[in-house]
């Protein structure tokens, strides 16, 4: 099987951030407010365009918030399925932000992710609600939306990749995947081609060319890839509410505990997180998506180390169907979710002092601590399995998912027999 390094350096990326952004987010009311609120296209696009004007500094606040959080990398909607484009259309439309508001919004975007040394990723939709060919004559169409990706690949420097999504909506038809993607790898030969397959096809493997499947507000599994002629990533995109794009009555917010989870289950499987948040109009972020990115950034600045670089194990922790191990080289992480808090029976529910977890392993363990505090974690090892004394938080701490780091013997020095 073919493994190809910019794959490779994709899943150590870990943790993306998610942006839908563009004309409806002055509408405030989701990103398909178009199409399901019914709204004329012509008093859509008028009165939008009117309004649409993002702070100055918007792409730099997104970058920083997406660093803080610990992100690696951002996907942008660039073109959404209004049809209007963050980036610099030239002569193939004038609906885009160069003709709205004189700004080319991609490249005020890319231009933050380099300068916070994140990886920038272009969002663009295949289906489109503006462009007339798409209903008239997809073929004119397909040539259409090759030539707005082609700009894409060719004015903005590397990228980390091309996410499409909307093919799901004509699946019977043919999208000339071949030229699409082939002219990506001409240009980009290193980037990440990803074709969401929607909710209803989670984790699919599509055309040869694609580089990660999709997991969409669902938990990834670990992909079968025997037989696959290459190795293929995967990333599950997760929304905080109902909407991806800023809804201002969208209540129905996620526990920030859910999203620690989410990027936790995600590397379980070897998967990329990519959170998503709606700016409001100004490009500005709400103050509940802000607040998740910080918390965020609490839990990932503590336990990082952990995220990016390890892979996963398949080991089974006994007893403890949410608690999984990854490794990167000779070092173990064990993932603790469901820890209490404890305290005084009168402060908190639970007064136990240890949970143990155990799991089997072949190689020697020498020495486990916390990765967050560094404190030491007692074990114990016969033969093959393992069990570690996972103590709960004390008062004062509850950081959802806890790490232990496990040093093992490294295999040119372990007598156990195959290690």
Same mark, same amino acid.
């Given at each position: 099987?073919?493994? /190809?390094?910019?794959?490779?350096?994709?899943?150590?990326?870990?943790?993306?951030?998610?942006?839908?952004?563009?004309?409806?987010?002055?509408?405030?009311?989701?990103?398909?407010?178009?199409?399901?609120?019914?709204?004329?296209?012509?008093?859509?696009?008028?009165?939008?365009?009117?309004?649409?004007?993002?702070?100055?500094?918007?792409?730099?606040?997104?970058?920083?918030?997406?660093?803080?959080?610990?992100?690696?990398?951002?996907?942008?909607?660039?073109?959404?399925?209004?049809?209007?484009?963050?980036?610099?259309?030239?002569?193939?439309?004038?609906?885009?932000?160069?003709?709205?508001?004189?700004?080319?919004?991609?490249?005020?975007?890319?231009?933050?992710?380099?300068?916070?040394?994140?990886?920038?990723?272009?969002?663009?939709?295949?289906?489109?609600?503006?462009?007339?060919?798409?209903?008239?004559?997809?073929?004119?169409?397909?040539?259409?939306?090759?030539?707005?990706?082609?700009?894409?690949?060719?004015?903005?420097?590397?990228?980390?990749?091309?996410?499409?999504?909307?093919?799901?909506?004509?699946?019977?038809?043919?999208?000339?995947?071949?030229?699409?993607?082939?002219?990506?790898?001409?240009?980009?030969?290193?980037?990440?081609?990803?074709?969401?397959?929607?909710?209803?096809?989670?984790?699919?493997?599509?055309?040869?060319?694609?580089?990660?499947?999709?997991?969409?507000?669902?938990?990834?599994?670990?992909?079968?890839?025997?037989?696959?002629?290459?190795?293929?990533?995967?990333?599950?995109?997760?929304?905080?509410?109902?909407?991806?794009?800023?809804?201002?009555?969208?209540?129905?917010?996620?526990?920030?505990?859910?999203?620690?989870?989410?990027?936790?289950?995600?590397?379980?499987?070897?998967?990329?997180?990519?959170?998503?948040?709606?700016?409001?109009?100004?490009?500005?972020?709400?103050?509940?998506?802000?607040?998740?990115?910080?918390?965020?950034?609490?839990?990932?600045?503590?336990?990082?180390?952990?995220?990016?670089?390890?892979?996963?194990?398949?080991?089974?922790?006994?007893?403890?169907?949410?608690?999984?191990?990854?490794?990167?080289?000779?070092?173990?992480?064990?993932?603790?979710?469901?820890?209490?808090?404890?305290?005084?029976?009168?402060?908190? /529910?639970?007064?136990?002092?240890?949970?143990?977890?155990?799991?089997?392993?072949?190689?020697?363990?020498?020495?486990?601590?916390?990765?967050?505090?560094?404190?030491?974690?007692?074990?114990?090892?016969?033969?093959?399995?393992?069990?570690?004394?996972?103590?709960?938080?004390?008062?004062?701490?509850?950081?959802?998912?806890?790490?232990?780091?496990?040093?093992?013997?490294?295999?040119?020095?372990?007598?156990?027999?195959?290690?």
């Amino acid at each position: 099987m073919i493994i /190809k390094q910019y794959i490779r350096d994709f899943e150590r990326l870990g943790f993306g951030l998610f942006v839908h952004y563009g004309l409806y987010s002055v509408l405030g009311k989701g990103e398909w407010a178009e199409e399901l609120l019914s709204i004329p296209r012509e008093q859509y696009e008028r009165e939008l365009t009117t309004q649409f004007s993002p702070r100055p500094d918007w792409a730099q606040q997104l970058a920083q918030a997406a660093k803080n959080a610990g992100c690696r990398y951002i996907t942008l909607t660039v073109r959404h399925h209004d049809g209007f484009s963050l980036y610099d259309a030239g002569d193939l439309t004038d609906f885009d932000a160069p003709h709205v508001c004189g700004r080319d919004l991609a490249q005020e975007f890319v231009d933050a992710c380099r300068d916070n040394g994140l990886v920038p990723f272009f969002y663009h939709t295949l289906l489109d609600w503006h462009e007339p060919t798409y209903r008239a004559d997809f073929p004119a169409y397909l040539r259409y939306l090759r030539q707005s990706v082609e700009r894409l690949c060719t004015r903005y420097g590397k990228i980390g990749g091309i996410w499409f999504d909307g093919m799901w909506e004509r699946p019977n038809d043919d999208w000339e995947e071949d030229a699409l993607y082939g002219m990506i790898r001409a240009h980009q030969p290193e980037a990440m081609i990803i074709n969401n397959t929607g909710m209803q096809a989670m984790g699919v493997l599509g055309h040869i060319e694609l580089d990660s499947v999709t997991f969409e507000r669902g938990k990834p599994l670990p992909i079968n890839q025997a037989g696959a002629p290459k190795y293929i990533a995967s990333e599950m995109c997760q929304v905080l509410a109902d909407h991806w794009g800023y809804a201002a009555d969208d209540l129905n917010y996620k526990a920030p505990a859910d999203a620690i989870r989410d990027l936790a289950v995600c590397r379980r499987c070897g998967s990329n997180l990519l959170l998503n948040v709606g700016p409001v109009g100004d490009g500005s972020l709400r103050s509940m998506d802000a607040a998740v990115l910080e918390l965020m950034g609490r839990w990932t600045a503590l336990n990082g180390e952990a995220i990016y670089v390890p892979r996963p194990t398949g080991i089974a922790v006994e007893g403890q169907p949410d608690d999984f191990l990854l490794r990167e080289r000779s070092t173990y992480y064990l993932f603790c979710d469901h820890l209490p808090m404890v305290a005084d029976p009168n402060v908190a /529910k639970y007064t136990e002092t240890e949970y143990a977890v155990s799991f089997p392993l072949e190689c020697t363990i020498t020495a486990a601590e916390w990765v967050d505090t560094g404190e030491p974690v007692t074990f114990t090892q016969q033969e093959d399995k393992v069990t570690v004394a996972t103590v709960p938080f004390t008062y004062g701490r509850n950081t959802v998912v806890r790490v232990v780091r496990l040093h093992t013997r490294p295999a040119e020095n372990d007598e156990r027999k195959g290690v």
